[in-house]
Structures are given as C-alpha cells and as structure tokens.
C-alpha cells in the first residue's frame, strides 16, 4: 500500500501486527473472492471467514482502503452495476469530445495533460531516451514508475515480488531506450499519481504517450472517461474511427504503458463484463472499486 515519502496512505494504515503489504494481499483475496462469488452475494461473515479475519476487521480494512464498504464493492461488481456503467457511456464520451476534452492539453480526474512522441521516435524504439524508473507502494501493490524528462511514460504493476519482469515488460516497450534506476527522481511522481488530495488543475501531471498514431488515439479516448464510469470497445471504436474496428482498439489498450493514470482499467465488455486486463482482472476490480468510493 501507500506509504507516503510525505505518507500517501496514512488513512490505510496496516492492521495491527500486519504490514501495509500484509493488508494490500488481504484485499485482493477480498476482492478476488467477491468476484468470484458476487452471483450468491456473499455476507461480510463469508468473506472474512475467507481471509481469515473478523468480520469487523473486513469491514474497516475494505472502507479504510477503498472508501466504501465491501457490500457496496460487491453491488458495484455485479453484472446490473456494470450494464448501467455500459449504458450512461455513449452519452459520456459524446460529451467529453464535444467538449473538446479530447486534445492535447485536456485535464481529466488525474489533471494530466499529455504530449505524444512523434512517429520517428517510437519507430526508433526510443533510441537515445534517457528513462529513470523505480518501484514505490500503491493501493493497488508495488509499482514500477517510469519518467523521461518530459513527463511520465511508464506505469505498471509488480506481481508476487517480481521487479524484473514488470521491468522487463516495460523495457520491452522502448527497446533502445537507456533506463536508469532512480527512487529519488520518480518518488514525487508516484506521490501524484496515487494521492487524490494531490491531483490539482494548477499543477497537472505532464505524461507522456510513446505509441503508433492509432495506439495513441485510443489512449487519448481513455483519458476521457470519467472516474467511476465506463466505456466498451465498441463504444471507444466509434469515436476513434468505425464500430468495426474495436477489435484493434482492445489490442491498443492492451498496449497502454500508463496504467491508471490512462485508465483502460475503466473498458469493459459490450455486456458488461470486465473482461482481461494486462495487471491482472483482480487488480482491474480493486481499481474500479477504490474510484467508485472517492465518486459515488
């Protein structure tokens, strides 16, 4: 979990005797376990006998964490909660393109504003990019933060202590670019993104797409779903180019290197299921579920 450098998560202080890392696996097997049972709704009594925890100890631990308690994550997991996600999000992202929200310069829930590399600079595999990178606590596990003096370029998602491969996987990205470890320099970067009291419209966090046009297309589309709601493929496919192509708009957003902060987590399914996500499906409902408790 948090822990802030100036402490990000002094409201999800750790059970006693446990870690934050201790209470942050406590919550995605609550979260996995509520996902798997939502279809017979689950009592509190259930899901600590699960992990192994009071049923009090469940509730403050879920609320602390997410904001909401875990009845109300299990009702907003459910299959009527998403449809109607799925059902408000032509109208939402209508809106947000005629707003114009869609440019370079728009502020979404994070307050980003973006800038794309140009073609020639993706197609180099990021030659002679100097990227730093470093791994710092999360509500949603440890995070590996990737910067260029541009801006954020890199966010992802460390899974059962593995740095290496969630280096890997976004060295993989940038083939040729020179990545440098340094806690220091994307400490502050990790503080913005995870703190909600540090998203500001007077100091917005500059991010920076590394991308194919198209790729970086979809990614701007991301970045105009609000926090707490939802958009389909379909849905996303129709604003970028034709219906026809959400196939090719899932492959995009399977690409986003900004997790989060780009938030594919925020697609679903035409039917309203959450389907896959590249940090993990479990990783993807905690994230929905911890806005939801900051929005509804």
């Given at each position: 979990m948090l822990q802030r450098a100036v402490d990000i998560t002094a409201d999800i202080a750790p059970l006693p005797g446990s870690s934050p890392a201790d209470d942050y696996e406590r919550v995605t097997a609550i979260v996995a376990f509520?996902?798997?049972?939502?279809?017979?709704?689950?009592s509190v009594e259930d899901i600590a006998?699960?992990?192994?925890?009071?049923?009090t100890q469940v509730h403050q631990l879920f609320r602390r964490w997410a904001g909401l308690t875990p009845k109300a994550f299990l009702q907003a997991v459910t299959l009527d909660a998403a449809k109607r996600m799925v059902r408000d999000t032509p109208s939402l992202l209508d809106a947000a393109y005629e707003l114009g929200l869609s440019g370079p310069g728009r502020l979404h829930d994070l307050f980003v504003t973006h800038e794309a590399m140009s073609p020639?600079?993706?197609k180099s595999g990021g030659a002679g990019l100097a990227m730093t990178y470093g791994f710092h606590p999360s509500p949603f596990g440890e995070a590996i933060v990737v910067t260029t003096p541009r801006g954020l370029a890199g966010l992802g998602f460390v899974d059962s202590g593995d740095r290496v491969s969630a280096l890997a996987d976004m060295q993989s990205r940038w083939r040729n670019a020179a990545f440098k470890p340094d806690q220091a320099a994307t400490a502050p970067v990790a503080t913005r993104v995870f703190d909600p009291a540090r998203w500001s419209a007077e100091e917005p966090l500059r991010i920076v797409l590394i991308g194919t046009d198209w790729e970086v297309r979809v990614w701007e589309a991301l970045l105009a779903i609000p926090m707490g709601r939802a958009a389909t493929y379909t849905g996303i496919a129709e604003k970028v180019c034709t219906a026809r192509a959400a196939r090719a708009v899932g492959a995009a957003v399977g690409k986003n290197p900004i997790s989060f902060v780009v938030p594919c987590h925020r697609v679903i399914g035409k039917s309203g299921a959450l389907t896959g996500y590249h940090w993990g499906l479990t990783r993807k409902q905690a994230m929905l579920g911890w806005e939801l408790g900051r929005t509804g």
């Amino acid at each position: 979990m948090l822990q802030r450098a100036v402490d990000i998560t002094a409201d999800i202080a750790p059970l006693p005797g446990s870690s934050p890392a201790d209470d942050y696996e406590r919550v995605t097997a609550i979260v996995a376990f509520i996902s798997r049972r939502w279809r017979q709704q689950p009592s509190v009594e259930d899901i600590a006998a699960h992990v192994g925890l009071t049923a009090t100890q469940v509730h403050q631990l879920f609320r602390r964490w997410a904001g909401l308690t875990p009845k109300a994550f299990l009702q907003a997991v459910t299959l009527d909660a998403a449809k109607r996600m799925v059902r408000d999000t032509p109208s939402l992202l209508d809106a947000a393109y005629e707003l114009g929200l869609s440019g370079p310069g728009r502020l979404h829930d994070l307050f980003v504003t973006h800038e794309a590399m140009s073609p020639g600079e993706w197609k180099s595999g990021g030659a002679g990019l100097a990227m730093t990178y470093g791994f710092h606590p999360s509500p949603f596990g440890e995070a590996i933060v990737v910067t260029t003096p541009r801006g954020l370029a890199g966010l992802g998602f460390v899974d059962s202590g593995d740095r290496v491969s969630a280096l890997a996987d976004m060295q993989s990205r940038w083939r040729n670019a020179a990545f440098k470890p340094d806690q220091a320099a994307t400490a502050p970067v990790a503080t913005r993104v995870f703190d909600p009291a540090r998203w500001s419209a007077e100091e917005p966090l500059r991010i920076v797409l590394i991308g194919t046009d198209w790729e970086v297309r979809v990614w701007e589309a991301l970045l105009a779903i609000p926090m707490g709601r939802a958009a389909t493929y379909t849905g996303i496919a129709e604003k970028v180019c034709t219906a026809r192509a959400a196939r090719a708009v899932g492959a995009a957003v399977g690409k986003n290197p900004i997790s989060f902060v780009v938030p594919c987590h925020r697609v679903i399914g035409k039917s309203g299921a959450l389907t896959g996500y590249h940090w993990g499906l479990t990783r993807k409902q905690a994230m929905l579920g911890w806005e939801l408790g900051r929005t509804g």
